[in-house]
């Protein structure tokens, strides 16, 4: 989880370190837009090559959320 | 599957022409102005060529022909075949390619044929050609790809307005027996038609006076059934499913490694895209040309303008080995292998 935040602050440049925490609504904490979802999903499937469609980000709602969709994905 | 090799078709030059009107991203005013420098930085657009209204992409393709001709000192007489790929055609009503055969003064005995295809188009009429000339009926070929893309967005839909520019390119191509193969691996989804779509004004959904009215899809996203609609996370998703299994497969079933090879070009959809692909790639920069900063998504005819925007000395004056890889709208992607040695690219035309 530590990684994942870390992955996702490497990502965006107004995010401040230590912000981000896993119950931080994603949509609240920076920005959010269709690019921020673009940057996000690149991000996911070239660190744990798990697509995230936009069902997902729309049903997910914390950094938590998104992670243990990654989760599942990968043990499958 | 899709995968072939033709042997016999030599790529004897290329040469491309954009509109000199210039749009900048940065004067985008429908968006905030960090909504324009993040659109800049990560979908890598900044400026676009506009084509003024009433330029066709055939225009364009016309413009970039004549250097092109006179470059190769090819006597037009022995022009029999024009493919013109688009999906900007000059009316619904004749085949462009037909009138391109009378404007270049081309002979009667020129087959000429368009072929409605967009992002991943050059890829599939270099392949029609090449196979005609395989077939060695005909000797010397112009492949035209291009798109007036600009005029199907709407203005107020942030999602497609700033990222699509025009462009006009042909390719020469002759029959030559001593020419290295060159390798295809080409796939069609059509079950993602709607991901990038007009949705009115074919025979589906006949054009009425409601295909004019503007609706509110979105947060900044306001466009007609005349207009382009894009569904950027699904295309977005697509093409990272689908591009690079489709370049391993081709590479494997060829033997070539992707050391060997000297630039790989990808279809020119955004930054993102293709840094992502890169890396999955584990390719260097320097591998990897860009045009899309200046020019925007040209669709179909990213690849040849790429190549004259970017590779214009290695193609002009070094033998090239080159990895093309194009997808989008169908949804329809596919790569080739193509070996260049010294061919004719004159200057990127401004008209």
């Not at chain 1, 920005?31 to 999903?41: D, H, M, P, T, V």
């Not at chain 2, 462009?96 to 890829?123: E, K, N, W």
């Not at chain 2, 270099?126 to 709407?154: C, F, Y």
């Not at chain 2, 509110?216 to 699904?234: P, S, V």
Request: proline share 4%.
């Amino acid at each position: 989880m530590e990684e994942f935040i870390k992955q996702i602050e490497a990502e965006f440049d107004d995010l401040k370190p230590g912000i981000l925490k896993p119950e931080s609504h994603f949509r609240e904490v920076f920005e959010w837009n269709s690019i921020n979802a673009l940057i996000l999903i690149a991000m996911v499937k070239t660190e744990y090559d798990v697509t995230l469609t936009a069902d997902d980000l729309i049903k997910s709602k914390t950094v938590n959320d998104i992670y243990s969709l990654i989760e599942t994905r990968i043990s499958k | 599957m899709a995968l072939f090799s033709l042997s016999g078709t030599k790529v004897s030059g290329i040469s491309a022409a954009v509109p000199r009107n210039l749009e900048s991203n940065m004067d985008y005013r429908w968006i905030t102005k960090k909504e324009r420098e993040s659109l800049i930085k990560n979908i890598g657009v900044e400026t676009r060529r506009v084509a003024p209204k009433g330029v066709t992409t055939s225009d364009l393709c016309i413009a970039a022909a004549e250097p092109l001709l006179r470059e190769l000192n090819w006597d037009r007489r022995e022009i029999e075949l024009l493919v013109f790929v688009s999906q900007s055609r000059d009316y619904l009503v004749p085949t462009t390619a037909c009138i391109v055969q009378d404007r270049l003064g081309l002979p009667h005995s020129c087959l000429a044929f368009d072929i409605g295809m967009g992002c991943s188009g050059y890829l599939y009429g270099l392949s029609v050609a090449a196979g005609m000339l395989q077939a060695r009926a005909i000797r010397k070929a112009l492949l035209m790809v291009g798109d007036i893309s600009t005029l199907t967005t709407s203005y107020r839909d942030k999602s497609t307005y700033p990222l699509f520019g025009d462009v006009g390119t042909v390719t020469a191509l002759e029959y030559d027996p001593d020419a290295p193969a060159i390798h295809f691996n080409l796939q069609t989804d059509g079950s993602g038609y709607r991901a990038l779509i007009i949705p009115d004004g074919g025979a589906r959904n006949i054009m009425t006076r409601k295909s004019f009215d503007f609706k509110k899809i979105d947060q900044g996203i306001y466009r007609t059934n005349l207009h382009l609609e894009m569904n950027g996370i699904e295309v977005f998703n697509f093409t990272l499913r689908e591009v690079v299994p489709n370049i391993k497969t081709l590479l494997n079933s060829t033997g070539i490694s992707l050391q060997e090879i000297d630039h790989v070009v990808f279809h020119q959809a955004n930054r993102l895209i293709i840094e992502t692909m890169r890396k999955m790639l584990k390719l260097p920069p320097e591998k990897v040309p860009y045009s899309i900063r200046e020019f925007g998504n040209t669709s179909g005819g990213s690849l040849p303008l790429t190549m004259v925007a970017k590779l214009y000395d290695q193609l002009r004056t070094e033998p090239q080995q080159l990895l093309l890889s194009a997808f989008g709208v169908g949804l329809s992607w596919g790569s080739a292998i193509i070996e260049t040695d010294r061919i004719a690219v004159p200057d990127l035309l401004e008209v």
